[in-house]
């Protein structure tokens, strides 16, 4: 088989996925309580629909949309237990955000039997693409990649984009984390049929799956779990596409152009080029949503890093705190961790401490200690080119670091800023360790708060001049 990649980027001289490559997804214990933050999608936001003092059941719709619309999704328990606070949480992005704190009430209707209450079963192949199309959103179900973009709205692209290759996001490039391996392993079955399901969706008869070479060996029974499938049989054409283990080979732009040849145009997206890409984990909720009518509730994920004395797969409910797993079914040297990593270390989050909620989109949980992470202070920029020649998109870091650092923020943006995907690329072999990401991140919320500032005054100016019209005649 042709193992394909894109230029640039990184070779790590090691994935340290070792730790947790071929173990399975364990449940957590039954916890005593879970924080769910009621907003996780990148979207419109929610608000509670329960309130302190309710009974709630694993599985129930917690929060939902005003007003339910195009960028909304959902969010439920994940335990069964009574709503005891509804407050504002640190969340894995460092901001506050309101959670429902749910603490735990009865026995065995718990993660471990995986019970829930479920959504009535519903045929994919029979109902209505409307109908489809609500179920996913009525699921909650968003991707689970990282960004968190509502699931049913990436498979209803507008008319005027032609769809004709679905692509499976399962290269897992990031160190460390091993989950969508474990996942494809455990479930091959429910990933070939969730992904017919966004073939019959989308109406897409090409499909391909697209992982690193380091996960070779899953082939032959992703490749079994496709000739047992007649729905697959008949959605068409899917296929396994190896690509060369290079980060950021799992960004959906650069897993396009490795499986396809065609590159995302600046400021675009996959719909551009005709492609839809999913995460593995993403794929295999729609096929639960349909199948067993279970909603997003559960998240697997990676425990793990130098600090991590039991690093292994998870499959933790959304919500769990992390000193309920800890000690006994994640055992860790706290003396050792310099950093605690939400994701991976190239584009996770450092959070400030334990009490920080598991989300849909929480890939992994790092542990890491001194010898893993660079603590140095930055110096000046040496001009040697090592951004640009690693940058996956083609970019020049450097640029529009200057520009940023100039509060020029059109020429950051002319220069690119807007088409960084935050890899980390260039931070990771600047010599002179400038933290070139955070910049761009912090450069980007400049630009944001700057529209909105545009568009609230031209709404301003907009109503001033409404108010000098003379009012009609009667």
Known sequence: M????????????????????GKPVEWTPLLKQVVIPINQHLGAPNKCLVNVGDKVKRGQKIADAAAPGPMTVPVHASITGVVKKIEPRTQQN?????????????????????????????????????EALARI???????????????????????????????????????????????????????ILG?????????VKKAIIGMEDNKA????????????????????????????????????????????????????????????????????????AFKI????????????????KTPKNIRAPIGTLLPDLTPGFIDVEFDKVRKLLFGGPMMGNAVPNLNVPIQKNTSGIVF?????????????????????????????????????EAGDLDEAVRIGLMDCIECGSCTYMCPARIKLVQRFRVGKGRLRIKQAAAQAAAAAAKAAEAAKQPAPAN
């Open 217 to 288: 060996q899953l082939i032959p029974m992703i490749e079994a779990a496709i000739q047992k499938n007649d729905k697959a049989a008949s959605a068409g054409e899917i296929t396994v596409g190896l690509c060369k283990t290079r980060y950021p080979q799992g960004g959906e732009k650069l897993l396009i152009t490795a499986l396809t040849g065609r590159e995302v145009p600046s400021g675009g997206m996959p719909m551009d080029v005709g492609c839809i890409v999913q995460n593995v984990g993403t794929v295999v909720a729609i096929a639960e």
């Open 2 to 21: 042709a193992v394909s990649t894109f230029k640039r980027g990184l070779r790590f001289p090691s994935t340290r996925k070792e730790a947790t490559e």
């Open 368 to 404: 890491m200690t001194a010898a893993e992470t660079i603590a140095e202070l930055e110096s000046p920029c040496m001009r040697c080119g090592r951004c640009i020649r690693n940058c996956p998109i083609r970019l020049s870091p450097v640029l529009t670091n200057n520009a940023l």
């Open 137 to 191: 959103r009525e699921a909650g179900i968003m991707g689970m990649g990282g960004a968190g973009f509502p699931t049913h709205i990436k498979l209803n692209p507008p008319p005027n984009k032609t769809i004709d290759t679905i692509i499976v996001d399962g290269a897992e490039c990031e160190p460390y984390l091993t989950t969508d391996e474990a996942v494809i392993e455990e479930k091959p079955d429910m990933l």
């Open 94 to 130: 460092n901001s506050e955000g309101i959670c429902v704190v749910i603490e735990a009430v009865g026995e065995g209707e718990g993660p471990g039997k995986d019970i829930f209450q479920a959504l009535p079963i519903l045929d994919p192949f029979t109902c209505t693409k409307e």
């Open 293 to 308: 009518g279970k909603p997003l509730i559960d998240r697997d994920l990676t425990v793990s890093g130098g600090a991590c």
């Open 195 to 203: 992904l017919a399901i966004i073939m019959h969706i989308t109406g």
